[in-house]
């Protein structure tokens, strides 16, 4: 990948990340500081942790209490 810093609205954080293997390109959006950042790690996560246990193969009351026990 090529990384080309600020060629895509530097006013607004953003960074486009060439990928000349796959023929496409990402914009990678820098958070305004570390709290920023930190939820939006947070929340990623636990999408990703919901997302996983919404394809458990288990009743929904099951699904809760393994919810209930990664927030305990």
Not at 26 to 53: C, M
Request: charged share 30%.
């Amino acid at each position: 990948m090529m990384d080309k810093a600020k060629a895509y609205a530097p006013k607004r954080g953003g960074v486009v990340v060439e990928d000349i293997a796959y023929g496409f390109n990402i914009v990678v959006h820098h958070p305004a500081n570390t709290a920023e950042l930190e939820r939006r790690v947070a929340q990623a996560h636990a999408d990703a942790i919901i997302a996983k246990v919404k394809k458990l193969d288990c009743s929904a009351q099951q699904k809760k209490k393994l919810i209930d026990a990664i927030n305990a």
